[in-house]
């Protein structure tokens, strides 16, 4: 299973809007709607901060937004805090009852 | 408040084997799948395997199969990662998290903070 592909970073200026994209096939994103988000700071463990493709859990800043399309999923960062400087993964159930993550992007705040 | 606290990890020679534990608490237990994922140093983080709420379906990322074996004690809130055969890249902080649902996770909602496993001589 091949991880899902993901642009190694990117980066705005504060208070601007970000998209991550999250690359996959009809056997992951395409097919399935258990398409998540997480965000990683340097040395902390991973936070949930979406969930079936556009779904945020209680306590997650609704600047954070998440959609599909086809095999393509997307994060949007909106109004770009320092504070959201890290690392996001995305991640999808598979037609092999398996999970796959993206490699990671890497949020820098100009 | 839910939480989730691992241990288990140290220092192993390439093709031995550890024991990795997670005990969970404050929710209900077997009402959860729970899941393993890796992130080696510097790397991304890797899905390595997921057992059911009770415990009856497990799955396992190709590169563990035959190798790991998940499992869980639900009188005891643990579930762990027996490790067998280790190798150099198997080395990585093991991250267990809590799955959204009972069987098939729609997501990993809760997180431990993770414990190194290093195979090395």
């Known amino acids: 299973q091949s991880a899902l592909t993901q642009p190694a970073s990117v980066s705005g200026s504060p208070g601007q809007s970000i998209t991550i994209s999250c690359i996959g096939t009809n056997n992951d994103v395409g097919n399935y709607n258990y398409l998540s988000w997480y965000q990683q700071h340097p040395g902390n463990a991973p936070r949930l901060i979406i969930y079936d493709v556009s779904q945020r859990p209680s306590g997650i800043s609704s600047r954070f937004s998440a959609s599909k399309s086809g095999n393509t999923a997307s994060l949007t960062i909106s109004g770009l805090q320092t504070e959201d400087e890290a690392d996001y993964y995305c991640?999808?159930?598979?037609?092999?009852?398996?999970?796959?993550f993206g490699g990671g992007t890497r949020v820098t705040v100009l | 408040e839910v939480e989730v606290v691992e241990s288990g990890g140290g220092l192993v020679h390439p093709g031995g084997s550890l024991r990795l534990s997670c005990v969970a608490s404050g929710f209900t237990f077997v009402n959860y799948a729970m899941t393993w994922v890796r992130q080696a140093p510097g790397k991304g983080l890797e899905w390595v395997s997921a057992?059911?709420?009770?415990?009856?379906?497990?799955y396992y990322t190709d590169s563990v199969k035959g190798r790991f074996t998940i499992s869980r004690d639900n009188s005891r809130n643990v579930v762990y990662l027996q490790m067998n055969s280790l190798g150099a890249e198997d080395s990585a902080v093991y991250y267990c998290a809590r799955g959204s649902t009972t069987v098939v996770p729609r997501a990993f909602d809760y997180w431990g903070q993770g414990t190194l496993v290093t195979a090395s001589s």
């Open positions: 057992i059911s709420g009770s415990g009856g379906s497990t």
């Open positions: 991640v999808s159930y598979t037609r092999s009852t398996t999970w796959v």
